[in-house]
């Protein structure tokens, strides 16, 4: 290569500006921006001057003609409220309060909801009040089933055959006899056997100890307790179920319904016994008339039912029957009385008597007391 030949001529290098290489490298600014225009006289762009800044103008009143945005949040239309700017409304924006919603309710109506409110508040559920009435009402028919079992056993024959001043047998029973045969008698009764178990029993010479009529009617009796046996087991397991559910659910729902069954049953069997002191044989007739029909309950003296069990067995059986739910009731009224304690009240303090106990009853003490406190002062 001599000197004469020319050098070849660089290519143009051009250097980095700064700009992307590509189009889609630009940002979005940069593709919008017009094209440069070669830059000319003075005296050329001097008229095209002016329609521009006409332009300019134009589009700075359109701006400020416009209205404000609509802010974004709550806390921007509050700014702009208390800044004397009226927000454009928006399509999903928040609600504003309107007069509608701050009028208030008639004052009628307003009582209205007040009462349903208090007294759907002040309501009880229904479910404890169901099993105190239920423990009100069994508890009555439970103790009387329980009094006639206890009478219904040997230990009571036993008693009342050796007791003073009962009535012998004029037809040659002694008090073994009568405590043997009457043993089976009163087993049968609660037992699953059936009329053979009375009927097959002989007397020393061979003959039936019970008649056809008899066994029967014990037939009959034996329904009638067994039936009375299922219907206060049934109560005792709905009684012991309401219980549990009164424990845990109503505070002091057991004694109430103790409290309430013991009243009642202390009502019937004093009504029960009125009747009874007042004419028992007529008592006794109607009682039997309730539960068998007429002519299967009657014997004449000589038969065994009647040897057995005269008409002072059943009178003692009946106050022995009384006498035990009696009992059993006022146990029960005593110990389930509505005391101050008892409905988890404080105890209320009182003038102390003479005696050492406290003073005068709640209610008495409340309305005594401030006479009390006035005459202390005064003294």
């Known amino acids: 290569m001599s000197d004469k030949t020319p050098n070849p001529s660089e290519p143009d290098v051009e250097f980095d500006d700064g700009e992307p290489a590509f189009e889609w490298m630009k940002p979005a600014a940069a593709k919008a921006a017009p094209e440069k225009v070669p830059s000319a ?108 079992r206890a009478v219904t056993s040997p230990l009571f024959l036993w008693v009342e055959y050796n007791r003073p001043g009962f009535p012998g047998d004029g037809y040659g029973f002694s008090t073994d006899d009568r405590m043997s045969y009457g043993s089976y008698a009163v087993d049968y009764l609660s037992n699953w056997a059936g009329p053979r178990y009375l009927g097959d029993l002989l007397h020393e010479d061979g003959t039936k100890l019970f008649k056809d009529s008899e066994v029967a009617h014990m037939a009959d009796v034996k329904l009638v307790m067994l039936s009375a ?22 505070t002091g729902g057991i004694r109430r319904g103790l409290f309430a069954g013991s009243i009642a049953t202390l009502v019937v069997i004093l009504a029960l016994g009125t009747l009874g002191v007042l004419g028992w044989q007529q008592f006794f007739t109607e009682f039997h008339r ?24 059943w009178m003692d059986a009946g106050i022995a029957i009384a006498g035990l739910v009696f009992l059993a009731a006022l146990l029960t009224l005593i110990l389930t009385w509505p005391t101050r304690r008892r409905r988890g009240l404080p105890p209320r303090k009182g003038p102390a008597s003479e005696t050492g106990t406290e003073g005068e ?8 007391g401030g006479d009390a406190v006035a005459g202390g002062a005064k003294a």
């Open 290 to 313: 309730i539960f068998f029909a007429n002519g299967t309950w009657t014997f004449s003296l000589d038969d065994t039912l009647i040897r057995l069990f005269p008409g002072q067995f």
């Open 41 to 148: 006289s003075p005296a050329d762009s001097a008229e095209p001057a002016k329609p521009a800044a006409a332009a300019k103008s134009g589009a700075a009143k359109s701006d400020a003609a416009r209205p404000a945005k609509q802010p974004e949040s709550r806390a921007d239309r509050k700014a702009a409220e208390a800044a004397g700017a009226t927000p454009e409304p928006s399509l999903f924006a928040e609600p504003l309060p309107t007069s509608a919603l701050q009028v208030r309710p008639p004052e009628a109506e307003v009582a209205r909801r007040n009462a349903e409110r208090e007294l759907a508040a002040n309501a009880k559920p229904v479910t404890p009040r169901i099993f105190q009435v239920l423990l009100a009402v069994f508890y009555p028919v439970v103790l009387l089933v329980l009094a006639i």
């Open 229 to 250: 046996f299922g219907a206060a087991a049934l109560m005792v397991v709905i009684g012991i179920i309401g219980m549990l559910y009164l424990r845990k659910r109503s």
């Open 361 to 368: 009853d709640a209610d008495d003490a409340e309305a005594n």
